[in-house]
């Protein structure tokens, strides 16, 4: 048991606490009066010292809960304004390793009581999933050794039978109440396909998935048992197997993931569960038990492209203005879209569900970005296309009311005639309300009720419309 709880991941010790349990104190309230960075900064160096001085269990306990309370004051404000800073992702990782340090010393030990055991167990995986939900809030992928940890904090509930211990632990966003409910709200987020969440949803994902997760359970592996569900290998570094992936890790370490019972959950009344909470899950479900497949095979390409990001840009290239570009790299396409990469920096404007202007050498060609993910290469976008010839339009409440720029999505309907679609930004324009539309070319306005959207992202929707 302690050989296998040896290979979590904590740094050596390096030298003697020169810090007392009141200077701590003292020093954490001091950093509160700082500015917040600032005051973060202060917070992670002290913590990061002292997870690599010698102290005992007691004074190591102690101080963790300190660097506790101050985590909630510090996550309040992150998740205020979002996106979290590098320092705050920080601070979630050094937490948990100082709680792996504990646990050692735990183990080492004679007997630890099951609550103690349970609680120490949960607070080290609390923070790595606070750590994983930061790294996709960043839609950055996490690191590799947070995988490892995490399946081995499991690994050694299971084996001191404390997975179901409930603890009482008030963070926010909601962590599920047990080990074994706040390890699997780790992976199903991690299967939610958390790159193509809009920006906060993965927060709201968390905390939808609190009272649920413990629902599922890791069942034993059989090489016979073709149920359907993720496969768990918990000497890996990936939270669930591929789907094409083999099972050649021992058979003591494989899990299948047993989802039937949260699937039925899903489903029954949950009155403390908002419909935004109910949408999103109903949305990401579909990613837990099937592999994502492609529609369009795609190609391989090395070219260069530019982007008009957002609607009033892309209505002012319609009119040949020239509002700023971003540059970007094409990296594969297909009929159904394309992967870019472009400048880290981009991120801020380029989120999920942003409206987009593609311009290569033929014809400018709208989309939607669907998924992203930054790493050291920059920052990588799914693109989905939308097909259509692009035209600006103005729309106004009266005739010689203020004009509001929209745009129009037309393609080809079978026979005579067109599709069309309007796109507007979220929350300008209400659903029946009547509008005076004006095309760039045409002079004439025309009077129409604005229609119930049939396609709509955190940033635009897109309205059917029958033109003359």
């Given at each position: 048991?302690?050989?296998?709880?040896?290979?979590?991941?904590?740094?050596?010790?390096?030298?003697?606490?020169?810090?007392?349990?009141?200077?701590?104190?003292?020093?954490?309230?001091?950093?509160?009066?700082?500015?917040?960075?600032?005051?973060?900064?202060?917070?992670?160096?002290?913590?990061?010292?002292?997870?690599?001085?010698?102290?005992?269990?007691?004074?190591?306990?102690?101080?963790?809960?300190?660097?506790?309370?101050?985590?909630?004051?510090?996550?309040?404000?992150?998740?205020?304004?979002?996106?979290?800073?590098?320092?705050?992702?920080?601070?979630?990782?050094?937490?948990?390793?100082?709680?792996?340090?504990?646990?050692?010393?735990?183990?080492?030990?004679?007997?630890?009581?099951?609550?103690?055991?349970?609680?120490?167990?949960?607070?080290?995986?609390?923070?790595?999933?606070?750590?994983?939900?930061?790294?996709?809030?960043?839609?950055?992928?996490?690191?590799?050794?947070?995988?490892?940890?995490?399946?081995?904090?499991?690994?050694?509930?299971?084996?001191?039978?404390?997975?179901?211990?409930?603890?009482?632990?008030?963070?926010?966003?909601?962590?599920?109440?047990?080990?074994?409910?706040?390890?699997?709200?780790?992976?199903?987020?991690?299967?939610?396909?958390?790159?193509?969440?809009?920006?906060?949803?993965?927060?709201?994902?968390?905390?939808?998935?609190?009272?649920?997760?413990?629902?599922?359970?890791?069942?034993?592996?059989?090489?016979?048992?073709?149920?359907?569900?993720?496969?768990?290998?918990?000497?890996?570094?990936?939270?669930?197997?591929?789907?094409?992936?083999?099972?050649?890790?021992?058979?003591?370490?494989?899990?299948?993931?047993?989802?039937?019972?949260?699937?039925?959950?899903?489903?029954?009344?949950?009155p403390l569960q908002s419909g935004q909470e109910r949408q999103l899950?109903?949305?990401?479900?579909?990613?837990?038990?099937?592999?994502?497949?492609?529609?369009?095979?795609?190609?391989?390409?090395?070219?260069?492209?530019?982007?008009?990001?957002?609607?009033?840009?892309?209505?002012?290239?319609?009119?040949?203005?020239?509002?700023?570009?971003?540059?970007?790299?094409?990296?594969?396409?297909?009929?159904?879209?394309?992967?870019?990469?472009?400048?880290?920096?981009?991120?801020?404007?380029?989120?999920?569900?942003?409206?987009?202007?593609?311009?290569?050498?033929?014809?400018?060609?709208?989309?939607?970005?669907?998924?992203?993910?930054?790493?050291?290469?920059?920052?990588?976008?799914?693109?989905?296309?939308?097909?259509?010839?692009?035209?600006?339009?103005?729309?106004?409440?009266?005739?010689?009311?203020?004009?509001?720029?929209?745009?129009?999505?037309?393609?080809?309907?079978?026979?005579?005639?067109?599709?069309?679609?309007?796109?507007?930004?979220?929350?300008?324009?209400?659903?029946?309300?009547?509008?005076?539309?004006?095309?760039?070319?045409?002079?004439?306005?025309?009077?129409?009720?604005?229609?119930?959207?049939?396609?709509?992202?955190?940033?635009?929707?897109?309205?059917?419309?029958?033109?003359?």
């Amino acid at each position: 048991m302690t050989l296998d709880a040896l290979r979590l991941e904590v740094p050596d010790i390096r030298e003697d606490s020169s810090v007392s349990p009141a200077e701590i104190v003292e020093r954490l309230a001091a950093a509160r009066l700082l500015e917040a960075e600032h005051g973060l900064q202060q917070v992670l160096g002290l913590l990061f010292t002292l997870n690599r001085s010698g102290l005992t269990l007691l004074e190591r306990q102690r101080a963790l809960q300190s660097f506790s309370d101050e985590y909630r004051y510090y996550a309040s404000l992150a998740n205020r304004q979002p996106p979290p800073s590098a320092l705050f992702v920080r601070l979630c990782g050094e937490l948990a390793t100082g709680f792996k340090r504990l646990l050692l010393q735990i183990l080492q030990g004679r007997q630890p009581s099951l609550p103690h055991l349970a609680w120490c167990l949960y607070m080290a995986q609390h923070f790595l999933a606070q750590q994983l939900l930061r790294h996709y809030q960043l839609y950055q992928e996490p690191p590799a050794a947070l995988w490892r940890d995490s399946h081995l904090l499991y690994w050694i509930g299971e084996h001191q039978q404390c997975l179901d211990e409930p603890v009482a632990a008030a963070f926010d966003p909601k962590p599920a109440s047990t080990l074994r409910g706040l390890y699997q709200q780790m992976l199903l987020l991690a299967q939610s396909n958390p790159f193509h969440l809009d920006e906060g949803e993965c927060l709201t994902l968390f905390s939808a998935l609190a009272p649920l997760a413990a629902l599922a359970r890791l069942l034993p592996w059989d090489e016979e048992d073709e149920a359907e569900g993720p496969l768990v290998d918990l000497s890996e570094s990936q939270p669930c197997l591929a789907f094409e992936q083999q099972a050649e890790g021992e058979p003591e370490n494989l899990r299948r993931f047993e989802l039937g019972a949260l699937l039925i959950a899903l489903h029954e009344p949950a009155p403390l569960q908002s419909g935004q909470e109910r949408q999103l899950l109903e949305r990401v479900r579909q990613h837990w038990l099937t592999r994502q497949q492609r529609r369009h095979e795609r190609a391989e390409l090395d070219g260069q492209c530019s982007l008009v990001v957002g609607l009033p840009a892309i209505h002012a290239q319609l009119l040949d203005k020239l509002p700023q570009r971003t540059e970007a790299q094409i990296l594969d396409a297909s009929p159904g879209g394309a992967r870019l990469l472009c400048n880290a920096n981009e991120g801020g404007q380029l989120q999920v569900g942003q409206l987009v202007l593609l311009l290569t050498y033929g014809t400018p060609t709208l989309a939607l970005v669907r998924w992203r993910h930054l790493n050291a290469e920059g920052l990588h976008l799914g693109l989905r296309y939308l097909k259509g010839l692009p035209r600006p339009v103005w729309l106004r409440r009266a005739p010689n009311a203020q004009t509001h720029p929209g745009v129009l999505q037309s393609t080809p309907a079978p026979g005579n005639g067109w599709h069309h679609g309007l796109w507007l930004p979220n929350g300008q324009f209400a659903t029946g309300e009547h509008l005076w539309l004006q095309l760039a070319s045409v002079h004439n306005q025309a009077i129409l009720p604005l229609p119930e959207s049939n396609l709509g992202t955190s940033s635009v929707t897109r309205h059917p419309l029958r033109l003359a």
